[in-house]
């Protein structure tokens, strides 16, 4: 694909969104199983729904653009898989240690995610887009916004507070 008008670089920035978004089912899967608190893999697990529903209503996307629907590799959440995967090859099978990461991994994606869609509705609006498209846009996005919310949650509570203690003995 050639980018040459904003339109081009909104469907370009569309088919990452949609690659992060198919991949991060597989991702969320891979968490839930390497997580070992309940309530973070709990949350992991619901996020991954979520996130299926999201690529649905991407689909919904390129329909009401007319263009086809296609995954565009994006390099930025494979940095964020490699590291992932770079850590759990380098820690110790420690389950506080993994989980803590894991958390931290989350709250990495979703600002990737809400920076993707915060810039995708500025360009759908420069482009004046209809509701078609920019409707499942706000909606991922508020959901994005929701799940960082419980994740930084997550961090300052009582659940990552006792693996600290854990750790730090």
């Known amino acids: 694909m050639t980018v040459e008008t904003l339109h081009d670089k909104f469907v370009y920035e569309l088919q990452q969104v949609y690659y992060i978004e198919t991949e991060l089912v597989d991702i969320l899967d891979e968490m839930v199983e390497s997580t070992a608190d309940e309530t973070i893999s709990e949350g992991f697990e619901t996020h991954q ?4 529903e999201q690529a649905r209503r991407l689909e919904g996307v ?3 653009l007319d263009e086809p629907t296609e995954l565009r590799q994006c390099h930025a959440l494979d940095g964020l898989i490699e590291d ?3 850590f759990l090859d380098s820690a110790v099978a420690d389950t ?3 989980d803590l990461y894991n958390v931290g991994a989350g ?3 979703e600002r990737l995610e809400i920076s993707a869609y915060e810039g995708l509705l500025t360009h759908a609006d ?6 078609e498209v920019t409707e499942p846009l706000e909606e991922n996005l508020d959901q994005e916004e929701a799940t ?3 994740l930084k949650g997550t961090m300052s509570g009582s659940t990552v507070h ?3 203690g854990r750790l730090m003995g």
């Open 49 to 52: 729904r979520e996130t299926a």
């Open 62 to 64: 390129f329909d009401a």
């Open 84 to 86: 992932r995967q770079a």
């Open 96 to 98: 506080d240690l993994i």
């Open 107 to 109: 709250v990495k994606v």
């Open 126 to 131: 420069r482009l004046d887009l209809p509701n």
């Open 148 to 150: 960082l919310k419980e």
């Open 162 to 164: 006792q693996l600290l």
